[in-house]
């Protein structure tokens, strides 16, 4: 198996030439330290750490996993250590706020790297990486007083941080949820209850843990609008700070999964366990959208790793693996016969990963520079576009780049034929990791309805339509360019498209609702598409920039881009086609059947 190499090249073609990372961050305000020589030097080292420490323990902690022993979790060998490392690194807090223990570098710094860390060893990097959520929330929500008692450990990494959303019950309907909490004299609650699927609920790599947890009050309305948020610290904070007394939260078991086996995805049981009401009573699901929506962006990453690890593998392979003879003769005439990077459909796997890993990672970097506006002096106006941004692209990212991400796993299988079904070369745990990744946060249906249902209809166009301008914008600027007029031409021919299918699916969901959830997930995989052909188009547009200036010192990588976007165009953006198709055809074919004659 060969080597994970973080792809600095293409981070840097994002960040410095497509984004102009530098430049935004220094318009912004908040950020102006940040100039390119820091950003290199972040990235470098970051990208050590994770080959040299993070990489080497992918397939072990997936062999070994986690153990549990009498609510006692185990990680693999190596986990803790590189944790530790990872502290004092002080790569936890690298964009947290200085108050706290903080570097005070943007948010997106820190996107870039849990992409690093994800792609080399997903398992670990969701142990630190929910930690972002558990402080975001707190600091959004919480009090002054709790803010002092965990952001500080969980800024450095002295503690970790998980969500504890769903029960055995209830799945995504959260309405249903029965943990209860009820008032202790002191002002605190108890908290009593079942949580499950909860990822990094327990394990051995620091002595506290900080949940936040969904709850009911015993007053509570029913349904989602009678949910209330708590802290509920596995070890009580001690009057100094330091981890006290043990909760009375304990970890019943941990699940046996098909992948992501060095993370622990716990059940965790509170009995009458401490607790403390974050934010307004029966808020609670409101405010947890501070937590989930940055792990919907952590879960989109999770796509882009899948992606970028089976691309990388799937490219060292095919350029190594000798079989037969290319059908338009022998390019490698000195051997018995050539390798498989030759073979047209080879290259169609290869390609379709490289588009959606490069395409990903755009796409990935602008959502995370958009969470730096909320944190930056930028004016409440560009605060307001920029969360109106963000609802719309979401959903789309987070499921569209897992989509992805899981098919281009597959097509990393599929290069390695029969070798890629054998554990030894670790391209079937990578199918198995990125399994998870269109489940997480929200399914690929859940996130479909939010977007076509609340973003799109609920807002009557009003989040779509600014993006759509921001692409014709887009267009406008390039459409002189000959050498961009295909790409101009076909991303207008979608734009006018997309809005016209959205306005027939509005006009239908009218006299049937049915017509919202039959045409969601096609909806936003179509979205999916359009918004990567955009990208794939700014990229091109850089990498002709670049091409024209008679100083370009990297010919064949500015090349390579503009091959990439020819394929997409050609080749992944034709999918919207039958799309289309199945979104005209309604809800009819679905809801005909009775669910009684449903049979074997």
């Not at 002191?186 to 908290?191: E, H, L, R, T, V």
Request: net charge negative; hydrophobic share 40%.
């Amino acid at each position: 198996m060969a080597d994970f190499k973080v792809p600095l090249r293409d981070m840097r073609f994002c960040l410095h030439e497509v984004l102009q990372y530098t430049n935004k961050c220094t318009e912004l305000g908040g950020f102006e330290e940040v100039n390119e020589e820091l950003l290199d030097a972040v990235l470098d080292e970051a990208a050590k750490f994770v080959e040299q420490e993070l990489a080497p323990l992918n397939q072990s902690g997936d062999q070994q996993g986690c153990k549990w022993d009498d609510g006692v979790v185990t990680t693999p060998e190596g986990f803790r250590e590189a944790y530790a490392k990872f502290v004092d690194g002080g790569w936890v807090g690298l964009s947290a706020d200085p108050e706290y223990g903080g570097q005070g570098l943007p948010p997106s710094l820190s996107t870039v790297l849990s992409e690093m860390c994800g792609t080399a060893n997903w398992a670990w990097a969701m142990y630190p990486g929910l930690s972002h959520g558990a402080h975001a929330t707190i600091t959004a929500h919480g009090t002054d007083e709790q803010k002092q008692t965990y952001l500080g450990p969980l800024t450095t990494g002295e503690w970790t941080g998980t969500m504890c959303l769903t029960e055995p019950h209830c799945g995504t309907d959260l309405g249903l949820l029965r943990t209860r909490a009820e008032p202790n004299e002191d002002g605190s609650y108890a908290i009593h209850g079942t949580k499950i699927f909860i990822s990094a609920g327990e394990h051995d790599m620091t002595d506290n843990i900080v949940h936040i947890v969904l709850a009911k009050l015993p007053d509570a309305p029913s349904g989602t609008r009678g949910i209330s948020l708590f802290i509920v610290p596995k070890v009580m904070p001690a009057d100094d700070g330091s981890a006290g007394e043990r909760n009375k939260v304990s970890c019943g078991s941990i699940e046996h999964k098909m992948g992501i086996h060095g993370n622990a995805t716990c059940v965790l049981n509170f009995d009458g366990a401490t607790g403390f009401l974050i934010g307004a009573p029966n808020r609670g699901l409101n405010n947890m959208f501070t937590f989930m929506n940055a792990a919907r962006l952590g879960t989109a990453l999770q796509g882009l790793a899948h992606a970028e690890a089976g691309f990388q593998q799937s490219l060292s392979y095919a350029r190594e693996r000798l079989q037969m003879r290319s059908l338009s003769g022998h390019k490698s005439p000195d051997k018995p016969a050539d390798p498989i990077i030759v073979h047209p459909d080879v290259r169609r796997m290869l390609l379709t990963q490289k588009a959606f890993a490069e395409g990903g990672r755009l796409f990935a970097y602008i959502m995370a520079m958009e969470v730096d506006v909320a944190h930056s002096e930028a004016s409440e106006e560009q605060k307001a576009k920029s969360e109106q941004r963000m609802a719309l692209l979401t959903p789309i990212g987070k499921a569209f780049l897992t989509e992805t991400g899981f098919e281009s796993a597959n097509h990393g299988l599929q290069i390695f034929g029969g070798h890629g079904f054998i554990k030894e070369w670790g391209m079937e745990q990578n199918v198995r990791d990125s399994r998870i990744s269109t489940l997480y946060e929200g399914t690929t249906g859940i996130q479909a309805l939010d977007l076509l249902g609340r973003k799109v209809v609920g807002s009557q166009g009003g989040l779509l339509r600014p993006f759509l301008q921001e692409i014709e914008d887009f267009c406008q600027q390039h459409q002189r360019n000959r050498k961009m007029a295909n790409s101009v031409a076909t991303l207008r021919t979608h734009c006018d498209e997309w809005e016209q299918i959205t306005t027939q699916i509005t006009m239908r969901a009218m006299s049937d609702a049915d017509e919202v959830g039959a045409a969601s997930v096609d909806y936003l995989m179509y979205c999916g598409y359009i918004v990567l052909a955009y990208l794939w188009a700014m990229q091109q547009a850089t990498a002709l920039q670049c091409l024209a200036d008679e100083n370009c010192t990297e010919p064949e990588f500015y090349h390579a881009k503009l091959a990439t976007a020819a394929f997409y165009f050609d080749r992944l953006l034709p999918r919207t086609r039958s799309l289309v198709a199945t979104m005209e055809a309604g809800a009819d074919s679905l809801m005909a059947l009775d669910a009684d004659h449903f049979s074997f």
